[in-house]
Nanobody
Framework: QVQLVESGGGLVQAGGSLRRSCAAP????????RGWYRQAPGKQRELVAVITSGGTTNYADSVKGRFTISRDNTKNTVYLQMNSLKPEDTAVYYCNTYFSRNRNYWGQGTQVTVSS
């Protein structure tokens, strides 16, 4: 079972910033779509941001203009820069690497808490 390696996250005050990173120990990961999802208590997991192999990005409306997803294929790593954080951004954040329905990998998840 392949495990993506996440880092970053933690506790921050509202208005602050955090940067998440996720390394994928996989071959040809540069062809995969990479993304970040989050799950708040009592809610379903939701998409935060994705970036395709070609660099096309897509964001949840709630984070547009505040979060930026990027990738460095030389390091097999995807990043999520989170600025102007709000208490409603509090959730467990998960990294995802998607090749196909049968090759879909998740990170272990890391708590991000934004205090007001």
């Amino acid at each position: 079972q392949v495990q993506l390696v996440e880092s970053g996250g933690g506790l921050v005050q509202a208005g602050g910033s955090l940067r998440r990173s996720c390394a994928a120990p996989l071959s040809i990961v540069w062809i995969a779509t990479r993304g970040w999802y989050r799950q708040a208590p009592g809610k379903q997991r939701e998409l935060v941001a994705v970036i395709t192999s070609g660099g096309t990005t897509n964001y949840a409306d709630s984070v547009k203009g505040r979060f930026t997803i990027s990738r460095d294929n030389t390091k097999n790593t995807v990043y999520l820069q989170m600025n102007s954080l709000k208490p409603e951004d509090t959730a467990v954040y998960y990294c995802n690497t998607y090749f196909s329905r049968n090759r879909n990998y998740w990170g272990q998840g890391t708590q991000v808490t934004v205090s007001s």
